[in-house]
């Protein structure tokens, strides 16, 4: 089998093929062309064997300026799990002020990755 990916980890954007079959369940990968870099090899692998993405979305902020916070995963989580990562962020809310950065939950879905807030939301004037 054949298939084109265009990668996404550096501003390169490198158009890649990846000849691969499938054996036993998993792709198998015979050669990939067209990457600059390593990452892009790299990219290809994690993307046939165990796609990962990151995810960013919001959550309400009780007494800010602002009703929604911004949100992001620290790291990638495998592409499988998004719907129920993103089930779970909608289960949080955070109390103004609240500063870029801060951790809203360690360990998110025991991923080894962090849900931070990516803005900051200073409290309502009263």
Partial sequence: MKREFTCIVC?????IEAD?????????????QGNT???GEEYVRQELISPK?????SILVEGG????VSVRITKPIPREKIPEA???IRQYRVTAPVRAGAVI?????GFDTDLI?????PAAHK
């Fill in 11 to 15: 501003p390169n954007g490198c158009e």
């Fill in 65 to 68: 300026e602002l009703p929604l």
């Fill in 117 to 121: 807030t990516t803005k900051n939301v």
């Fill in 37 to 39: 870099c390593k990452r």
């Fill in 53 to 57: 993405r990151t995810i960013a979305s």
């Fill in 105 to 109: 939950c360690h360990d998110f879905l």
């Fill in 86 to 88: 993103v089930q779970e």
């Fill in 20 to 32: 691969y079959e499938i054996k036993n369940g998993t792709p198998v990968i015979s050669n990939i």
